[in-house]
């Protein structure tokens, strides 16, 4: 699994599942596996890298041993898509403290904005290989 970098996200929320179609869309490289924040995988990752239940609200990546949540990983995932995409990284240089307030702003409206969903989504049998 340490090949591949984990997309952790939040399996109820419409936002977060046409982010996860995105990145798989435009993973050319095949490097993202996923997990939504509510399965057992999803808890076990949170605890084997010590994450709270605040961060329930982050997308959270997974590299190389190493967790990242909220912004810092989304741009990290978008760096990784290349293209276009990979120039947002650019806005790493900004604070995270800035950063994270337009993050925290969209993530606590995402659900009245996008909608939610009654169940976690489940993936279909030509993308199951690509969560865990």
Do not use: H
């Amino acid at each position: 699994m340490d090949k591949f970098k984990i997309v952790l996200f939040d399996g109820v929320c419409n936002l977060c599942n046409s982010s996860v179609n995105f990145i798989i869309d435009n993973d050319k490289k095949n490097i993202f596996r996923f997990t939504s924040l509510q399965s057992e995988k999803g808890a076990e990752i949170l605890q084997k890298y010590d994450l709270s239940g605040s961060n329930i609200d982050s997308v959270i990546l997974i590299d190389g041993g190493k967790a990242y949540i909220k912004s810092d990983a989304a741009l990290r995932i978008a760096r990784e898509l290349g293209g276009i995409y990979r120039s947002l990284y650019f806005f790493i240089i900004l604070p995270a403290f800035l950063r994270n307030s337009v993050y925290d702003f969209i993530a606590k409206n995402r659900y009245k904005w996008f909608g939610k969903k009654d169940s976690c989504r489940i993936p279909t049998p030509e993308l199951k290989n690509k969560f865990l």
